[in-house]
Structures are given as C-alpha cells and as structure tokens.
C-alpha cells in the first residue's frame, strides 16, 4: 500500500500513525539549578489527539514552551520530526506548528480578522473562509473588535479559530478550555477531535472531561515528567483522577 493511500485508510478508521515528533530525554529550566523538566522522553503520533494533564507546576506549560521555542534554556538527547532531527527554533519547525496558550496578551492592538491575515502571512498560507468556526464559537460579534478590548474567553476564541483555520502538522494548545462558555467548549471538543485528518494536537488541560473525552492517548506529569501514559481504550476518568491524587499524596 502506498503512503497516501495507508494514511487515508489510518485517518478514516482513526488509527494513529507513525512518529511525529520525538524528543529524548529533555531538560529545561529558567534558572540554574531549578530544573522544570528532567529526562523527559516524549512522542507524539501522526493524526493523534494527545492530552497533557498534571497538578499545577508539573511542566505542563514549560513543555509547550519548549515545543514553541519560547524557551531557550533546555537541552535533550535528541529532537526528530518526522524521523529527521530538528530544531525548535527553527524556522522550518515553527512553520510546521501553532500553539494557543492559556493568557495571550500579543498583538493587542490587532483586530481579529488584522491577527488572522497576519498569521496566514507568516506561514505563506491564503486566508480560509473562517465562518463556520467564527459561529461555532459564537464569535460573530468580535471578529472586528481589537483583541486588548476583548474578554478572556473572546481572546482565546480569536486564537482558536486562528489555530484551526491554519491547520499546522502540530497544533499546541495549552488549557484551551480556560474561559470558554459551555457551548463553545462543546464545540472545541469536536474540533479536537476532528483535527486528527489534518495533523496531530498536543494540548494540556486539568479539567478531566477535556481529556477523557477527546484524547488517544493522556499523559500524567509529575515533577516534570510523564509518570504514568493511558493509551486508547484505557483512558477514564476515575483513573486518571487515581493518578493524580497518587501524585498529590507523595
């Protein structure tokens, strides 16, 4: 079978494919001698949604970074992306990602329909018809409006629809649910999971029902490292919370 073909049968049965992006045995930190992240080892499928879940301060936000080359101060065994080494601060790996983070103060003075061509620009793609995303988050009264006048929720909204329209190979988001009304949440939900025909999502959450209800695969961090791994089928609730609360007793 040939590789279009085995990926578009993989797509359509929901079967996740090979190896996306490895990383082997991470470390960052911000400071000497405090370490965020330790001997972090991590892969990542094609066409899988990934959840990322741990207590506050375990890493979950810092790994993002790292992955969003925002954070200079790490060093790792080895960094392939799709099998050939990379390089997060590299213009080729950046334009194969987007991520969305928790609090996004940038480009304030940016309308979101101004943010949205800017981004389409940066990654030399053609602005998409964003309707249907600008309804399904209930956005149609903001679209104009500079993003500094904006609510959290909105302003998480306007980077959202920007992440799916983009469609990158990775798409990162972190806590993604963070201010959103219920709809909304309801219909980022469906985008996650239906982003798996485009490309693979990572994104962190500590609401558990983010995570058992869109992820192949959850990770529970713990000081900075994956502690536990709940692959398809074995992903609950109950015992996800069972992990966390092991974490929070030590």
């Not at 992306?81 to 003075?109: H, I, M, W």
């Amino acid at each position: 079978m040939r590789r279009g073909e085995k990926e578009k049968e993989e797509k359509e049965t929901g079967k996740m494919g090979g190896a996306l992006l490895t990383v082997q045995n991470l470390s960052a930190w911000y400071t000497d001698g405090n370490m965020i992240l330790s001997d972090f080892s991590f892969e990542l499928a094609e066409h899988e949604a990934a959840g990322l879940i741990g207590l506050n301060g375990a890493g979950k936000t810092t790994f993002l970074k790292v992955l969003s080359g925002l954070l200079p101060t790490f060093r790792s065994d080895g960094i392939y992306f799709c099998g050939s080494p990379a390089n997060f601060r590299k213009q080729d790996f950046k334009l194969c990602r987007y991520t969305v983070f928790a609090e996004d103060n940038s480009f304030s003075y940016f309308t979101f329909r101004e943010y949205l061509a800017y981004v389409c620009a940066a990654y030399a793609r053609e602005v998409s018809d964003v309707s249907e995303l600008i309804q399904g988050f209930h956005f149609e009264a903001y679209a104009d409006t500079l993003l500094r006048e904006l609510s959290t929720g909105n302003r998480k909204k306007a980077f959202l629809i920007t992440a799916f329209a983009l469609k990158p190979r990775l798409l990162l988001l972190d806590e993604p649910v963070n201010g959103l009304d219920f709809q909304s949440t309801e219909y980022l939900y469906r985008q996650i999971l239906g982003y798996k025909e485009y490309g693979t999502v990572l994104f962190s959450s500590h609401i558990l029902e983010s995570i058992t209800l869109t992820s192949d695969r959850v990770f529970v961090l713990e000081d900075g490292k994956i502690r536990q791994t709940f692959e398809r089928g074995q992903i609950n609730a109950a015992d996800i919370r069972e992990a966390l609360h092991d974490d929070n007793d030590r």
